[in-house]
């Protein structure tokens, strides 16, 4: 398989042949990649694939059995998430991470002195310490309005917009988002893509995410690094990989709008035509509860 990594100069960040084996299943197996200074790159596949191991793995929660990482030209191989941070690799979560009795303020204060190694002084209040930075940060993802705000106090949509600010707080050169967009409406999911997008391409930053939802991905993705049972089976372009004729097999459902079959629109499912029943047994006849259809839970993240 022809990888679009090879075409990749000056990356930012280098994964090589990263492998994680728990007892005798093989998570993740010889997967390599890099990111290219403010590209967008998604990392997708079904679940038990892999993408949350190897994601982990670049973000230090999880270290590496065999392979190499390799940030700007420095090994990052195994190191503690905390090192990973103040060598220029921010982060966001699943379940937004912030501090609900802090001020929208107060949260990216605190990340700027974090990021600075300042950890004596986290245990008193930020007070006017790096003020102005944080109001910058807060300026550029759109919540400056919110800064004496309590983050207990946001709307969702908000509070993941902190986290971003929190993430890219110390100028990071590349940013990790675990299902940036969970729990999101519509709408919000493009205003907050439209805005990751537009800081990475201010600031070069490289982005990697996760995420189920293949609408945010085939929209916003540059490249789609695509896993299965630990192995990449697609990496390229987001056309490219919508029209894979594996990916398609094993994710995507052969649906070439880029969504599972299983998460089809009900108005587009083929309705079946009713049974003939004797009309002499229609008073009678009771619902059939045993062959009920009942919708799937949505799947949770790998």
Same mark, same amino acid.
């Given at each position: ?38 590209? =967008? ?34 090994? =990052? ?16 979560? *699943? ?13 990216? *204060? ?7 190694? +300042? ?5 008193? @209040?930020?007070?006017?310490?790096? @003020?102005?930075? #944080? ?30 600010? =929190? ?17 999101? #409406? ?10 990751? #997008? ?32 630990? @192995? ?29 079959? #299983?998460? *089809?629109?009900?108005? @587009? *499912? ?7 029943? +004797? ?14 259809? =009942? ?8």
């Amino acid at each position: 398989m022809r990888r679009e990594s090879a075409l990749v100069s000056n990356p930012v960040l280098t994964a090589i042949g990263l492998k994680k084996s728990y007892g005798g299943v093989h998570a993740v197996e010889d997967v390599s990649f890099d990111i290219a200074p403010g590209a =967008i790159m998604a990392i997708i596949g079904p679940n038990g694939a892999g993408k949350s191991t190897t994601f982990n793995m670049v973000g230090g929660q999880v270290k590496p059995d065999a392979g190499s990482i390799i940030l700007n030209g420095r090994s =990052i191989s195994g190191l503690p998430p905390r090192a990973i941070w103040r060598r220029g690799v921010g982060r966001t979560f *699943q379940i937004a991470a912030t501090f609900a009795s802090m001020t929208v303020m107060e949260n990216v *204060q605190m990340a700027l002195i974090s990021h600075r190694g +300042d950890l004596f002084d986290m245990i008193r @209040r930020a007070g006017g310490r790096c @003020r102005d930075e #944080a109001i910058a940060v807060l300026d550029r993802v759109g919540i400056k309005n919110l800064a004496e705000r309590p983050c207990a106090t946001l709307a969702y949509g908000d509070v993941k917009r902190v986290e971003l600010a =929190i993430a890219v707080a110390g100028d990071p050169i590349m940013l990790l988002m675990d299902e940036p967009t969970a729990g999101m #409406a519509p709408g919000e999911r493009r205003d907050l893509m439209n805005l990751v #997008a537009r800081i990475a391409r201010e600031k070069k930053m490289a982005i990697l995410f996760t995420e189920h939802d293949m609408d945010t991905v085939f929209a916003h993705a540059d490249r789609v690094l695509v896993l299965d049972r630990g @192995r990449i089976i697609a990496d390229g372009s987001p056309g490219a990989v919508r029209e894979n004729a594996d990916v398609r097999a094993v994710y995507l459902g052969g649906a070439k709008n880029g969504r599972r079959k #299983a998460e *089809q629109p009900e108005s @587009r *499912q083929p309705k079946k035509k009713p049974p003939e029943t +004797d009309p002499s047994e229609s008073k009678a006849a009771k619902p059939d509860t045993a062959n009920a259809v =009942i919708s799937p839970a949505k799947s949770g993240p790998v």
